[in-house]
């Protein structure tokens, strides 16, 4: 059975293990809005998923 050659560090093993995280999440622009809302999601800005209303949200208020 294989053994290893030299012990492997604590900081070796930690950076090796660390390093799925980082894929980037799907971002995508919204149909709608042309909003970013991450992918598979409903848009925050108008509410829509799929082509339907899936939450009612309010229009914002412009500051004058």
């Known amino acids: 059975m294989a053994m290893p050659k030299k012990r492997v560090s604590k900081q070796r093993k930690r950076t ?3 390093n799925w995280k980082l894929t ?3 971002i995508v622009s919204c149909p ?3 909003a970013s809302v991450l992918s598979h999601r ?3 800005e108008c509410g829509y ?3 339907k209303q899936i939450i009612k949200v309010e229009a914002k208020q412009k500051k004058a």
């Open 16 to 18: 090796r293990r660390a």
């Open 24 to 26: 980037a999440p799907g």
């Open 32 to 34: 709608r809005c042309h």
């Open 42 to 44: 409903v848009c925050k």
């Open 49 to 51: 998923y799929g082509g």
